[in-house]
Nanobody, 117 residues
Framework: QVQLVESGGGLVQAGGSLRLSCAAS????????MGWYRQAPGKQRELVAT????????NYADSVKGRFAISRDSAKNTVYLQMNSLKPEDTAVYYC??????????WGQGTQVTVSS
C-alpha cells in the first residue's frame, strides 16, 4: 500500500501563490507517475498536472499551463505543485494521486485551495 499526505492548501487572494506538497510512504517502489487533480463544488474531478518518475515528463491541463508547475523530489518521494497567478476559478479540493505499476492508483485525502477575488 501507498500512503499519501498532502499539505499546503489554504486561502489566498487572486493573483497570489501557493505550493502544494504530497509525500508518499509505504510501498513506494514501482511508482511510475505522480500527479495532482482537483474537484470544484458541483463539478467532476479533473486533471491538473502529472509527472512521470522515470523521465520527469510533465503534462498540464490547458487551464493551468504557464501558471502552475509540477515537480518531484525522488529522494523524498514527494511531488509538488507550485501555483502562481491564482484565479477564483482555481478554487477546489486538490488531490494527489500516484500510480504504481501492477498495483494501480492511490489517492490522497485532498487539500482545500480557496482563491478570493
Amino acid at each position: 500500500q501507498v500512503q499519501l499526505v498532502e499539505s499546503g492548501g489554504g486561502l489566498v487572494q487572486a493573483g497570489g501563490s501557493l505550493r502544494l506538497s504530497c509525500a508518499a510512504s509505504g510501498i513506494v517502489f514501482s511508482i511510475n507517475a505522480m500527479g495532482w487533480y482537483r474537484q470544484a463544488p458541483g463539478k467532476q474531478r479533473e486533471l491538473v498536472a502529472t509527472i512521470t518518475t522515470s523521465s520527469s515528463i510533465t503534462n498540464y491541463a490547458d487551464s493551468v499551463k504557464g501558471r502552475f508547475a509540477i515537480s518531484r523530489d525522488s529522494a523524498k518521494n514527494t511531488v509538488y505543485l507550485q501555483m502562481n497567478s491564482l484565479k477564483p476559478e482555481d478554487t477546489a479540493v486538490y488531490y494527489c494521486k500516484v500510480t504504481r505499476r501492477f498495483s494501480g492508483d492511490y489517492w490522497g485525502q485532498g487539500t482545500q485551495v480557496t482563491v478570493s477575488s
